[in-house]
């Protein structure tokens, strides 16, 4: 017996190999889509009762290709899919794939859709909206809540970029080489932000490690692609460093555990040897980018063997690169932590200060900034700061966290405002 949390996992897992394929074969984003979720609702319907075919992808784009062929047969822009033997190779042949990407045997569907929804015909907004609807096949209350817009917006700009490919003719086949340099940068963001997305989804979903293992497999595609490009190079190596501390973001019951007080013996050494590695490599091409900074203050961390052996003044310093390639308000949040580590947290909330109109619908901003006053005395500064943080939290774990300080604080009384942080 089958029970229905195996098989929502199951076709969450399936949906962009299965999703990618239906799109060749139907050439038609909603066509695709609509065939996919009715292959997932008869998969829900016989998978508990008949048990789950050997090979899931198989079979959904199979019973999807089925359940539109009629709508294929009117447009008759259908394009024949591989034989069930070919859809059902299970061998790894990611090198392969990339030497080839250009040839007839091209396989690899969820990257050739990448780059399909991140073509230039269509704003970079609507791009990776479209990438991480499709491909990811993210909610829209999550993609909106990445893009600080209403879910309304969002479900707008998806279908207005749905609409702009079918208008546009847009090309399903795989772009050439001009071309995929062209997308890179889109490419490169959408697949950091699905693996993003995996990652901060993690304290509260054990599926979430899914989404960070495919976007690293697809990096490592585009790195293969893009051999001597220091930025694709940056962007494994972030994800790589990032993913190594994945078993010990949380506690047996669940809670986070910040970086700082983490078990290192539990992060993978391997995986954070091959991101340093990767990262130095990236850096000695002397092209400096938003991926490789990243990778770089990831690294920091990866050195220290313990939480009071981290560098904090070089990993502010490379946050104040980040700022000047990258300009951004989360940016200078995530320095902040840094400076109150090296500088203490009367220079780190005079840093954020100006932040708040911006990110004031941004949960982490209110944590830190309720961190950083509980630190000064100020009990009464850090409670409303801290409540405005369960309020934006995005997972109970998040939530969770938060309370702990408040639970701290409730014997507490308020203190005044320390002059500091008027």
Not at 221 to 226: I, K, P, S, V, Y
Not at 319 to 337: C, D, F, G, H, K
Request: charged fraction near 25%; hydrophobic fraction near 45%; aromatic fraction near 6%.
């Amino acid at each position: 017996m089958v029970d229905n949390a195996w098989i929502a996992a199951a076709l969450i897992a399936a949906r962009p190999q299965a999703l990618s394929a239906l799109l060749r074969y139907f050439r038609n984003l909603d066509a695709a889509e609509e065939a996919f979720q009715e292959a997932s609702l008869r998969a829900v319907r016989t998978w508990p009762v008949k048990g789950p075919p050997r090979d899931t992808v198989a079979w959904l784009i199979f019973v999807g290709r089925n359940s539109g062929i009629d709508a294929v047969r009117k447009t008759r822009r259908n394009v024949a899919l591989p034989s069930e033997e070919h859809l059902s190779d299970l061998d790894d042949a990611e090198v392969d794939i990339a030497e080839r990407l250009d040839g007839a045997h091209y396989r690899d569907d969820i990257l050739r859709l990448l780059f399909v929804c991140c073509h230039p015909d269509l704003p970079a907004n609507q791009q990776i909206a479209l990438a991480l609807r499709v491909v990811a096949g993210l909610p829209l209350r999550q993609i909106a809540r990445a893009f600080l817009v209403s879910e309304v917006a969002m479900e707008q700009r998806i279908t207005r970029a749905k609409a702009r490919i079918a208008a546009n003719n847009v090309p399903f086949d795989p772009p050439d080489e001009e071309g995929r340099l062209e997308r890179l940068g889109v490419v490169a963001m959408m697949i950091y932000l699905v693996f993003n997305e995996g990652y901060s989804r993690g304290h509260s979903d054990p599926d979430a490690a899914l989404l960070c293992d495919e976007a690293i497999r697809l990096g490592r595609l585009l790195q293969h692609l893009f051999p001597s490009e220091p930025e694709v190079m940056g962007l494994v190596a972030l994800m790589l460093l990032q993913h190594a501390r994945h078993r010990a973001r949380t506690d047996a019951e669940g809670q986070i555990v910040l970086l700082e007080d983490q078990d290192r013996t539990l992060w993978d050494g391997p995986m954070l040897a091959e991101g340093r590695a990767l990262v130095e490599k990236a850096l000695r091409h002397q092209e400096p980018g938003t991926y490789q900074v990243q990778a770089a203050i990831a690294a920091q961390h990866a050195r220290a063997k313990r939480a009071e052996d981290t560098d904090w003044g070089a990993i502010d310093r490379l946050y104040q690169t980040l700022e000047v390639i990258q300009p951004s308000p989360v940016v200078t949040l995530n320095r902040a932590v840094a400076v109150s580590k090296a500088y203490g947290p009367e220079a780190a909330l005079a840093l954020i200060a100006p932040l708040g109109d911006r990110l004031d619908s941004y949960f982490h901003y209110h944590g830190v900034r309720g961190g950083l006053l509980l630190q000064l005395g100020n009990t009464s500064g850090a409670r409303e700061a801290f409540n405005r943080a369960i309020a934006l939290a995005g997972s109970p774990a998040e939530a969770a966290h938060i309370r702990l300080h408040l639970d701290r604080l409730a014997a507490q009384p308020a203190l005044p405002p320390a002059s500091a942080i008027n």
